[in-house]
């Protein structure tokens, strides 16, 4: 392989990973066979395999078909007024970033509707003009209005799939007021800034905003090249995914999988997204939200959309319960799952309360709580401990 195709490789790893514009300057770094042998641990196998109740098509406003998956409670421990739990994934991802929680959700008693945005997953292409934020809040109402046409309603959005709930809300306003009884906002921002920074600060991070367009269209025109060589910068691509998506110490399995649904997203696509999520700005669209109960989760060391986004969708939402994760990334809930679903089965059940009880969520802003995972820190260093006694 050229030096020059080494680089583009490279940056086209980085690009994805990222979700922007260039990781040019990182370089790999290489994990010990024995530290990956005892992080295996932390990762059960068969920990990530999960089949649906139910697989559909929903055709979209403009006719691009969306792949859902359901998710059905045993009827023994399912209520007649539990909400349905609707998430949305994030950009470059797919509804498989939420297996850990649709699976407690559903043990817990709840109907859980997942589905893959237009051009990620198992949805058809859109074409490059309708992949903007607002037209993933229409999706979303096609998705609720075929699934889910009546009944209470959680949603809980990731990253882009955040703004997917906002540019509902701004969109369907008469939807929220009436059905929507919690929301979760995780990892995600309501923009009104240029979006797509990386962690490089705003002025080299603008300028990649705009590189990452023009770029990713050129590797988009080598697609099939890049998937065939991906074996050869397994290392890098491994090193831009923890880097990006996790701030701990995950399994190589959760590595693995991350990096398997950000790379099974087409470089094209990645870049018919990127200018609107730059200039994603969906303020006044959190109005809707107000009196409802509102979950505001993101991680401390996330570096694509830190916590001071959080701390803006809090300051637009009066009352919203906020929580920062102490060594945290972005992918927050394949990081610290167990702390992600607890927060959002908490979540359910203030909402079932607030709405059983015709509560209105006071306005008071809430104090923001820090969270360490004290029990995954016990679990890698346990894991690091055995690690240290294999040969590498």
């Known amino acids: 392989m050229s030096p020059r195709q080494n680089t583009a490789l490279g940056l086209g790893l980085g690009l994805a990973a990222a979700g922007a514009a260039t990781a040019a300057g990182i370089a790999a770094e290489r994990v010990t066979k024995s530290r990956r042998k005892a992080l295996l641990t932390l990762t059960p196998e068969g920990l990530y395999d999960h089949k649906p109740d139910k697989e559909l098509v929903v055709i979209a406003t403009d006719g691009v078909p969306l792949h859902v998956e359901v998710d059905e409670p045993d009827p023994a421990a399912a ?35 997942l589905w893959d945005q237009r051009s990620h997953g198992q ?28 009944g209470r309603l959680v949603l809980v959005g990731h990253s882009m799939g955040g703004m997917t709930v906002m540019a509902l809300a701004e969109q369907f306003p008469d939807l929220i007021r009436e059905r929507v009884i919690a929301a979760a906002f995780v990892a995600t921002s309501a923009g009104g800034r240029n979006m797509v920074t990386l962690g490089f600060g705003q002025f080299l991070g603008r300028m990649l905003g705009r590189m990452g367009p ?49 790379f099974s997203t087409p470089f094209s696509v990645m870049s018919d997204f990127l200018p609107s999520i730059d200039i994603h700005d969906k303020r006044d669209a959190l109005a809707q939200f107000h009196g409802i109960e509102t979950l505001v989760v993101n991680g401390n060391q996330d570096l694509l959309t830190p916590p001071d986004h959080s701390e803006e969708i809090v300051r637009l939402v009066p009352g919203a319960e906020h929580v920062v994760i102490n060594e945290a990334g972005h992918i927050i809930m394949l990081e610290h799952p167990e702390v992600i679903t607890g927060l ?14 015709g509560v209105h969520i006071e306005r008071k802003p809430r104090v923001r709580r820090t969270l360490t995972d004290v029990a995954k820190r016990r679990k890698v260093a346990r894991a690091r401990g055995r690690g240290r006694h294999e040969a590498p």
């Open 344 to 357: 959002l089965l908490s979540l359910v059940e203030r909402g079932l309360r607030a709405a059983d009880e």
């Open 79 to 113: 209520h007649p007024d539990h909400p349905t739990v609707v998430f949305s994934h994030g950009y470059t991802l797919s509804l498989k970033a939420w297996v850990l929680q649709r699976r407690a959700l559903v043990q817990a008693g709840y109907r859980v509707v």
């Open 214 to 262: 023009r770029l990713l269209d050129q590797l988009g025109t080598r697609q099939d090249w890049l998937n065939n060589v991906r074996h050869v910068g397994r290392d890098l691509e491994d090193f831009v995914v923890e880097r990006y998506s996790f701030a701990s110490p995950v399994s190589p399995a959760a590595v693995r999988y991350t990096g398997d649904m950000i």
């Open 123 to 150: 949805s058809e292409r859109g074409s490059r003009d309708s992949c903007t934020i607002d037209q993933l809040g229409r999706d979303l109402h096609s998705v609720i209005t075929e699934v889910v046409p009546e």
